[in-house]
C-alpha cells in the first residue's frame, strides 16, 4: 500500500507554513492517520508513506505511533518538489515488481477495498482508479427553456464522475514514469488512450481536504460522531 504524502497544501496556507498537508489534523488526529486506518481496518498491513515537503514531520509521527501488531509502516523521501507520478517513480525498486494500491494522503471515503480489489482483479488493465461524483459547492438553479426558475437543489452531487483516489496498480504502470511525470496527466491520460484504465464507481462518501473550507468540513463530520470514514471500532 503507497500513500502519497509529498504535497505543500498551498491552499491551505494558513496550517501548512510549517507542516505538510497530510499533517492537517481531523479530530485531533493528520488526515494521513485517517488514511493509513481506513486500509488497517481493511486487511492491510504494509504501507509505504512517499514523503516530500516537510517530510520529517510524517517520519517522527509515524515513528510515535502504537500501530496494530504486524503492521510495517514506513516512510521514503522522493524529494521536496518531485510530482506525483515522479514520486512513484523514485519508489518502484521498493514495490518488488508486484500489483500494489496507491492514494493520496489528503481523501478519506467509506470505500470498501475489497470490491474495489475484486474489480481490479476481474479485468486485465494496467490500472484502476476509483471515481467519484462530489458534492458541488453551491447552489444549482433548475431552469425550464424560456428562462424561467422551477427550483433549486442545495449543494447536489456532481453529474460528473472525478479522480478519487484509491488506485490499484499493475507492475506494468511503473514503466510509463519518469521523475518529472504527474500522475494525473500523461501516465493515467496515456492509459486511457490505450483503453487501459478502469474506473471503479464509488458511490459512498467521498471527501478531500484541498481548502480551509473542507477541513472544516471534515473535522465537523468527525466531532459529531459520525464520520462516515471512520470503518473502524
Known amino acids: 500500500m503507497v500513500i502519497l504524502c509529498g504535497g505543500r497544501g498551498t491552499r491551505l496556507q494558513h496550517q501548512t507554513r ?3 498537508k497530510p499533517m492537517v489534523e481531523i479530530g485531533g488526529y493528520p488526515i494521513v492517520w485517517h488514511v493509513i486506518q481506513i486500509y488497517l481496518a481493511q486487511g492491510f498491513r504494509r504501507f509505504l508513506l512517499l514523503t516530500g515537503y516537510r517530510g520529517e514531520h510524517i517520519t517522527r509521527f509515524v515513528r510515535g505511533q502504537g500501530w496494530p501488531g504486524g503492521a510495517e509502516i514506513r516512510c521514503l523521501d522522493t524529494g521536496s518538489d518531485t510530482p506525483t507520478g515522479g514520486r ?3 519508489a518502484a525498486d521498493e514495490l518488488a515488481d508486484e500489483e500494489f494500491c496507491l492514494t493520496y494522503a489528503d481523501g478519506v471515503a467509506d470505500i470498501d477495498l475489497e470490491r474495489l480489489l475484486a474489480y481490479h482483479a476481474g479485468h486485465d488493465a494496467a490500472a484502476t482508479m476509483t471515481v467519484v461524483r462530489p458534492e458541488l459547492p453551491f447552489g444549482v438553479a433548475e431552469c425550464r427553456a424560456d428562462g424561467v426558475v422551477t ?12 479522480n478519487g483516489g484509491f488506485f490499484c496498480l499493475r507492475p506494468e504502470f511503473l514503466e510509463l514514469l519518469r521523475p518529472d511525470s504527474v500522475l494525473e496527466r500523461e501516465p493515467l491520460a496515456g492509459l486511457a488512450v490505450g483503453r487501459e484504465l478502469r474506473a471503479f464507481r464509488h458511490e459512498g462518501f467521498w471527501g478531500c481536504m484541498d481548502t480551509y473550507k473542507d477541513a472544516v468540513v471534515l473535522n465537523d463530520l468527525w466531532a459529531s460522531g459520525a464520520a462516515p470514514w471512520k470503518l473502524w471500532g
Open 18 to 20: 510549517s507542516i505538510p
Open 88 to 90: 512513484l517513480y523514485f
Open 151 to 162: 427550483a433549486f437543489s442545495e449543494k447536489p452531487r456532481s453529474d460528473q464522475w472525478v
